[in-house]
Structure formats: structure tokens, C-alpha cells
């Protein structure tokens, strides 16, 4: 049976017992789990860091290898999670857990190590100070698999990331940030015993598998990786520049996939997966030479057209830096972005930077002392949010931010549901929370399945307001579910290769009983009402499901064609302009769908209604 480990640092004390059965059973594992296990523990001295798989970590299941990590967040003060890839989740199931709960602070740096035959508190003080990159070579021997923290985590970077695999980050939320006030350097999984499934769950799995494996819309993220997105955003004006002015570069062709091709010699999966979008890219020579997993399109966007950085090269590098230093590369190039824009608007000048648009040595010398917390960089590791109310005057326009995450690479008045997913992410702003992309890739198959036929025309234009929130509750239940099982959304929300039915087909065949899509997505909608129901109990509201001031204004849209020379010029005048016509009526039948009152706060009766009133992991709600 699989176990939860709870390791205090201050006591230097492990306790491993058999995971709750109710909580997997109400919550399924993976994120459920960790929401469940955060809030039962929200009052204790120090909330706790907790890792969690899902019960497809680590299976044949096709793209079983997401790893959830829970925590309050030092960025935003709420809610945080990150979620990532790779092959340590799958090391963590086989070696008996599906949850580690680490409470508490070592007196001096710690790793953990992790076996079938328990968890042990190993000194780390010879690895504080190293990058990840290092660090990995000192622990990732014997087949070990290691998430670990840079130097951005052990000086408390609010953004900082747990890399893991070398490549694969738990990025947002600035779950490095927590290890790093641990005192927790690393956690070295030793992993390697085969998972005793049921004969059903492995046919369901074999079946799943060449599903995913032979399904069109899967073919460009194996050929191209998550770069190929970048051509078509660009055409749509939702390919964020300049920290939000723009919505297109005239330059794409010199940081689009066919740009990153150039410069990759490998493709890359995690484990069990049939899709390997990851691209392991190399620059053989010159001052920003080296390997990396990556980009991935969310690292290219932020750390080049955002910051207008049309160099490959610089892009990669930078990529390179934050993953070493153990930064979240989303949050990093908005804040890039942010210092380059109040720097344009005469409300921040550095000594030995440009803060110029396009500056690769602003870039990443920005990285550099964000991470080490020094000069200008002490101030901006504070993530936009703390920053910009420091500097003061107009800069808080600049921030780009909800509930005080920096924004992923989408824009609200193209991507309209990215947009309303933003803001009613219980982490903040997240591209991966709700992933509504039916109407963008108009995806008509599954938009007939999960809507009224009578909806569907206005749902699949990415312009029509009307319908952006059954969109965003729906998808927001299926990347719970997805989540909580353990898989990659590039298998179920983000192509549809798979339906909801083909998870719980899955999941009743591992569990030996039925359960039908209906009631998986129920457990996705309750895991997102117990989220938010922790950010009541933190303080927020309404309010604070708010865009930035700047996506109130019209965005002017281009198109692009060759000059005599070669080079793209715009057109005249914009072929469109995209813009929200109201966003607070969307806010308002997002609410009224997920049965919350006005001011975003779940009733009594939804909780009743999800079979979260009388659980004890709602102890400190005190729900009447």
C-alpha cells in the first residue's frame, strides 16, 4: 500500500504510515491529495512542503509522470503549487510513496533520502552554494533521481523553482523558496521496484498508450516541442511582447521553431510517455555555449519577445541560467519585462545596466543578481508585485501579475479564456490551471461532447465572451483530474487524445471498482472548491480575481508581410484589435456555475453538495 512520510527537519524525526484512504479516495492523490493534506495542516507552526504522485505516477499509463508540489506560497501568500515532469514522481511511487510531508527547519542544509526501506536526513552543507546542474552530479548516482534547489532558493528568491532531473522544473509559486527556508538542499529518490497493477489497468494502459501515441493532434508537440506555438501566436496577437504593449514581434522567424531546430540534437520524453516533446538544445560555441533541455515555448516567450530579446542563443542561455540558479523562468522574464517598462517610463535606472528594451547583458545580469539577491536584483526577487509597490508612482500598472504571480504567456484579450483562467486560478495567474483550449484550437469534437449543441457555435469563437466560463469551469475540473492522477495535460486537456471517460476507464480498473467520468470530474471539482476554500480562509475574494489594468485597454493587431529586403513589416492599420468587452460579466457566470456567491466564496451548499462540509481536512473553515 502506498505510504505518506512525514519528515520534521527541526526534530530530525520520520514517520511513515499508510496513506488515508478516504483522502485518495475523495481527492484521487497527486494534487487532490496535496490540497487535502495542505488543509488539514494549515494552522500548524510552519505549513508544511508536501511532494505528492498521482496513482498513474509511475504506471504504463501514458504520460504517467507529473510529481505535485504543495505549499503556501512565499510569492503570492496564498495557495501554491507546482507540478512537473520527468522521471522523479515515478522514482518516488516505486519506492513506496505517494506523499512526502516535510515540516520544519535543519539547523543546517539537509537532503533527504528516499528508499523502500525508509527516509534518512543526510548532511548537505558541502552542496549549499552549488547550482543545480552541480548539485545533480554530486547526488544523481546509482540510478538516484533528484529535485533540488539553486541559489535562488537558498536566498529565498520569491520565485524560485525546485529543479529536478536535471531539466524539469517545479517552477511556480516559488516552491524553491520553501526548501530553501527548510534549509533543504535536495530530496534523492532511490526507486526502482515494479508497481504490482491489476492485468486490467495494464490493457487499459496499453490501449491508452497507442491512443496518445497515434493521435493528429499530438503530432506537433513530438516534432516541434511547445515551440511550434509560437508562428501562430504571433499571427494572433498572442504572443506577449514588450511586457503586454504588443501582441506580435516583426522578428519571429529568428526565435520561432523552425530558429530553435537549429540548435537541437535530441528529443526527450518523461517517463512513460509517448509524446517526447522535450528538445535538448546545444550552441556549440561563443560566449553563451551549452546544453539545456528546452526551451519550452512559456521560457522562450518570457525571456525573448517579452523582454524583446530576438537572440536564440542569449534566449538559451538565460533558459540555461534560470534552470542552474533554480528560477522560475515564467516569473523571471516578467519581472525582466517590468524593470525594462519602468525603466521606459523614467522610474528605474541601475548603475551597471541598460534596462533597455532588448539588452541581453540587462537580461541576464538580471538573472544573475536576482538569484544572489544582489543590487538592483534584491529588490525585483521580490517578485512584481512587492517590487513595483516599492518603487512607487505609476509602476504597479507595470506589474503583470494576479494575486501577486507573474503572468504566463498569454494574452487576455485574444485568449479570452486564458484570460478568465488567470485570475480564477487559486495559485494565480496560470496558463496550466484551467488550459481552455477547445475554442482556440477549435476543437469542435470536444466542445460537442461536454456543451449544449445550442452553445457550441459561440463557445468556439475565441472572441465571444458569452461561454468562456463553462469553458474554464469545465477545464478546470479536467486539469484537477489530470493533476491528481499524475499525468501530462499534453495527453488529456491540451489535445483531448484523451477524454475523461478513457481516465476513469483507467482508474476503475487499477482500483478494482467503477467509476465513471462524472464522478472523476466531480473529485476535479471538488479539489478546485477545497483550493479556493483555503484562500477564504487566507482572506481573499473577489477582489483579487482582477487582470492587470493594462488588459482593459484595446490591442491594436497586425499582419506581416515581407519587405523588398526580406524583413517583415506590418500592415498600416491593425486587421483587428483585440480587446475584453466585460469581464466582470464572465466573472459573474464563472461564479454562478461553480455555485459561489457573489463575492466568489463557495456556499455552503456547493460544499455540501461536493462532500467537503463534514470533512475533517475543513476543520478550520468552520463552514455553517
Same mark, same amino acid.
Given at each position: 500500500m502506498p505510504a505518506t512520510a512525514w519528515i520534521d527537519l527541526s526534530t530530525r524525526t520520520v514517520r511513515i504510515e499508510p496513506t488515508a484512504p478516504e483522502l485518495t479516495q475523495h481527492f484521487i492523490g497527486g494534487r487532490g491529495l496535496g490540497a487535502a493534506l495542505l488543509s488539514r495542516h494549515l494552522d500548524d507552526a510552519g505549513a508544511p512542503l508536501i511532494f505528492t504522485?498521482?496513482?498513474?505516477? *509511475?504506471?504504463?499509463?501514458?504520460? *504517467?509522470?507529473? @510529481?505535485?508540489?504543495?505549499?503556501?506560497?512565499?510569492?503570492?501568500?496564498?495557495?501554491?503549487?507546482? #507540478?512537473?515532469?520527468?522521471?522523479?514522481?515515478?522514482?518516488?511511487?516505486? +519506492?513506496?510513496?505517494?506523499?512526502?510531508?516535510?515540516?520544519?527547519? !535543519?539547523?543546517? =542544509?539537509?537532503?533527504?533520502?528516499?528508499?523502500?526501506?525508509?527516509?534518512?536526513?543526510?548532511?548537505?552543507?558541502?552542496?549549499?552554494?552549488? *547550482?543545480?546542474?552541480? @548539485?545533480?552530479?554530486?547526488?544523481?548516482?546509482?540510478?538516484?533521481r533528484v529535485a533540488c534547489i539553486g541559489p535562488a532558493g537558498e536566498n529565498g528568491v520569491r520565485f524560485a523553482a525546485i529543479i529536478n532531473d536535471r531539466g524539469r522544473a517545479a517552477a511556480r509559486s516559488g516552491s524553491?523558496?520553501?526548501?530553501?527556508?527548510?534549509?533543504?538542499?535536495? $530530496?534523492?529518490?532511490?526507486?526502482?521496484?515494479?508497481?504490482?497493477? =491489476?492485468? +486490467?489497468?495494464?490493457? !487499459? !494502459?496499453?490501449?491508452?498508450?497507442?491512443?496518445?501515441?497515434?493521435?493528429?493532434? $499530438?503530432?506537433? %508537440?513530438?516534432?516541434?516541442?511547445?515551440?511550434?506555438?509560437?508562428?501562430?501566436? #504571433?499571427?494572433?496577437?498572442? %504572443?506577449?511582447?514588450? #511586457?503586454?504593449?504588443?501582441?506580435?514581434?516583426?522578428?519571429?522567424?529568428?526565435?520561432?521553431?523552425?530558429?530553435?531546430?537549429?540548435?537541437?540534437?535530441?528529443?526527450? *520524453?518523461?517517463?512513460?510517455?509517448?509524446? +517526447?516533446?522535450?528538445?535538448?538544445?546545444?550552441?556549440?560555441?561563443g560566449p553563451h555555449a551549452g546544453e539545456l533541455e528546452g526551451p519550452e515555448y512559456e521560457s522562450l516567450d518570457a525571456l525573448g519577445p517579452l523582454c524583446w530579446i530576438d537572440d536564440p542563443e542569449v534566449i538559451l542561455h538565460a533558459n540555461r541560467l534560470c534552470n542552474d540558479l533554480g528560477l522560475d523562468t515564467i516569473s523571471t522574464g516578467v519581472v525582466v519585462a517590468f524593470a525594462m517598462e519602468c525603466h521606459q517610463r523614467g522610474l528605474l535606472n541601475d548603475a551597471e545596466l541598460s534596462l533597455d528594451w532588448g539588452d541581453p547583458a540587462t537580461l541576464l545580469g538580471l538573472i544573475e543578481r536576482m538569484a544572489r539577491r544582489e543590487g538592483l536584483g534584491d529588490l525585483l526577487a521580490e517578485g512584481v508585485r512587492r517590487a513595483a509597490a516599492?518603487?512607487?508612482?505609476?509602476?504597479?500598472?507595470? !506589474?503583470?501579475?494576479?494575486?501577486?504571480?507573474?503572468?504566463?504567456?498569454?494574452?487576455?484579450?485574444?485568449?479570452?479564456?486564458?484570460?478568465?483562467?488567470?485570475?480564477?486560478?487559486?495559485?494565480?495567474?496560470?496558463?496550466?490551471?484551467?488550459?481552455?483550449?477547445?475554442? %482556440?484550437?477549435?476543437?469542435?469534437?470536444?466542445?460537442?461532447?461536454?456543451?449544449?449543441?445550442?452553445?457550441?457555435?459561440?463557445?468556439?469563437?475565441?472572441?465571444?465572451?458569452?461561454?468562456k466560463p463553462d469553458l474554464v469551469v469545465f477545464s478546470e475540473h479536467y486539469c484537477a483530474v489530470s493533476d491528481a492522477l499524475g499525468v501530462c495535460k499534453f495527453s488529456t486537456a491540451e489535445t483531448y487524445a484523451l477524454y475523461p471517460d478513457d481516465l476513469a476507464a483507467g482508474l476503475s480498473a487499477l482500483r478494482g471498482q467503477e467509476i465513471g467520468a462524472a464522478e472523476l470530474l466531480t473529485a476535479g471539482e471538488r479539489i478546485v472548491n477545497l483550493e479556493r476554500m483555503v484562500n477564504v480562509r487566507l482572506g481573499l475574494s473577489r477582489a483579487d480575481d482582477r487582470l492587470p489594468e493594462r488588459f482593459a485597454e484595446p490591442l491594436p493587431i497586425y499582419a506581416f508581410a515581407p519587405d523588398e529586403a526580406g524583413e517583415m513589416q506590418?500592415?498600416?492599420?491593425?486587421?483587428?484589435?483585440?480587446?475584453?468587452?466585460?469581464?466582470?460579466?464572465? %466573472?459573474?457566470?464563472?461564479? +454562478?456555475?461553480?455555485?459561489?456567491?457573489?463575492?466568489?466564496?463557495?456556499?455552503?451548499?456547493?460544499?455540501?453538495?461536493?462532500?467537503?462540509? #463534514?470533512?475533517?481536512?475543513?476543520?478550520?473553515?468552520?463552514?455553517k
Open positions: 504522485a498521482g496513482p498513474f505516477t *509511475g504506471t504504463p499509463w501514458p504520460t *504517467g509522470a507529473r @510529481t505535485h508540489v504543495t505549499f503556501l506560497s512565499p510569492l503570492t501568500g496564498v495557495y501554491g503549487y507546482a #507540478n512537473t515532469g520527468g522521471q522523479f514522481g515515478a522514482a518516488l511511487r516505486r +519506492a513506496g510513496y505517494d506523499a512526502l510531508v516535510v515540516t520544519g527547519q !535543519a539547523e543546517r =542544509p539537509v537532503s533527504l533520502e528516499v528508499t523502500p526501506q525508509g527516509v534518512a536526513i543526510r548532511p548537505a552543507e558541502h552542496l549549499w552554494g552549488l *547550482g543545480t546542474a552541480a @548539485t545533480h552530479d554530486a547526488l544523481e548516482v546509482d540510478g538516484a524553491g523558496a520553501v526548501m530553501g527556508s527548510q534549509r533543504l538542499k535536495a $530530496v534523492v529518490v532511490r526507486g526502482k521496484r515494479p508497481l504490482d497493477l =491489476p492485468a +486490467a489497468f495494464r490493457a !487499459a !494502459a496499453r490501449r491508452a498508450f497507442e491512443t496518445v501515441r497515434d493521435h493528429p493532434h $499530438v503530432i506537433g %508537440l513530438r516534432d516541434w516541442g511547445t515551440v511550434s506555438l509560437v508562428t501562430v501566436k #504571433n499571427q494572433s496577437g498572442d %504572443l506577449p511582447a514588450r #511586457n503586454h504593449q504588443t501582441g506580435q514581434v516583426p522578428w519571429v522567424s529568428r526565435v520561432d521553431a523552425f530558429a530553435i531546430a537549429r540548435y537541437t540534437h535530441a528529443t526527450k *520524453g518523461c517517463f512513460a510517455c509517448p509524446i +517526447a516533446c522535450g528538445r535538448v538544445t546545444r550552441v556549440k560555441s516599492t518603487i512607487g508612482g505609476d509602476a504597479p500598472r507595470y !506589474a503583470m501579475h494576479v494575486k501577486g504571480m507573474e503572468l504566463p504567456r498569454q494574452e487576455p484579450r485574444v485568449a479570452k479564456g486564458f484570460g478568465l483562467g488567470h485570475v480564477t486560478s487559486n495559485r494565480g495567474a496560470d496558463h496550466l490551471y484551467a488550459l481552455p483550449t477547445i475554442d %482556440l484550437a477549435r476543437n469542435e469534437d470536444a466542445a460537442r461532447r461536454f456543451f449544449a449543441p445550442e452553445i457550441v457555435p459561440a463557445l468556439l469563437d475565441p472572441a465571444d465572451e458569452a461561454y506590418p500592415s498600416p492599420e491593425p486587421v483587428h484589435v483585440g480587446r475584453l468587452a466585460d469581464f466582470e460579466a464572465m %466573472l459573474d457566470r464563472y461564479y +454562478a456555475l461553480r455555485g459561489w456567491d457573489e463575492n466568489g466564496i463557495p456556499t455552503t451548499e456547493t460544499l455540501r453538495r461536493l462532500g467537503l462540509k #463534514n470533512l475533517c481536512a475543513l476543520r478550520i473553515f468552520a463552514v
